[in-house]
């Protein structure tokens, strides 16, 4: 351990040489995270933490703030929540500090997987540059009427969502992924209205982020009538 960095954790994913003097460097299972920021004329610095994980996603919680609750946003989304005024560039206007210097994101290594996963997008459904996407949905929970955040990001999120809305007696606690009960609070409405499109962080749904159908959320073993007529335009 160097520095109280755990190095066996995470060092897949980045060399040693892409991680030297890098703010805020954490490493975990399946994700690095490191201390970002972006500037507003007018507001100055907001610094968060940017975690980067193998499969591309990039997630920010805000620390603009010390009540400040914004976590899991997009780049996107921070440019946009930090009141930056050249919005919708967030891999030059959001930055990293790198000995002592803030560099933007495009000139480091941390955008490898997001750049891999773009380029793997072809052939199924693509937000804007590419990349694979799905917006955050939301299941109402049948005991205790709260709605529930379901990330879609790979195969495996997008059949538990996918199980959930098809049971009309989905609760709380059948979600396998997050400890959550029907006690919990339910995401506040500034929370829930950032759902993950690459477009437009606010975005209540365009063809960039809302998916009609694709090998990621439609199923073979599946007989409900979404997944059907699916299958069966592909195959004709």
């Known amino acids: ?13 980045f060399c040693e040489e892409e991680l030297i003097e890098v703010s805020g460097l954490k490493k975990g299972g399946d994700f690095v995270e490191v201390t970002c920021g972006c500037t507003s004329h007018k507001y100055g ?66 955008l490898k997987y997001y750049n891999q996963a773009s380029k793997n997008g ?5 937000a804007h540059g590419g990349r694979v996407c799905h917006r955050d949905e939301f299941v109402r929970c049948s005991r205790c009427k709260k709605e529930r955040r379901f990330r879609l990001q790979t195969k495996e999120e997008c059949r538990i969502h996918h199980d959930a809305l098809a049971d009309v007696n989905w609760k709380c606690s059948d979600i396998l992924y997050d400890r959550i009960t029907c006690d919990d609070d339910e995401e506040r409405a500034s929370r829930r209205v950032y759902r993950g499109c690459s477009r437009s962080p606010t975005c209540k749904g365009c063809t960039s982020c809302v998916c009609f159908g694709c090998e990621i959320c439609r199923f073979t073993d599946c007989s409900c009538q979404t997944c059907i007529d699916f299958i069966r335009n592909a195959k004709a």
């Open 45 to 110: 610095d907001a610094v968060g933490k940017l975690r980067v994980f193998s499969n591309g996603d990039l997630e920010i919680t805000c620390e603009c703030t010390p009540g400040c609750n914004e976590d899991k946003l997009t780049p996107a989304a921070f440019e946009k929540h930090s009141g930056r005024e050249t919005a919708r560039k967030w891999k030059n206007n959001v930055w990293l500090i790198v000995k002592g210097e803030k560099v933007p994101l495009s000139k480091t290594a941390f």
């Open 1 to 13: 351990m160097e520095n109280g960095i755990d190095k066996e954790s995470g060092s897949m994913l």
């Open 122 to 126: 072809n052939g199924i459904h693509k």
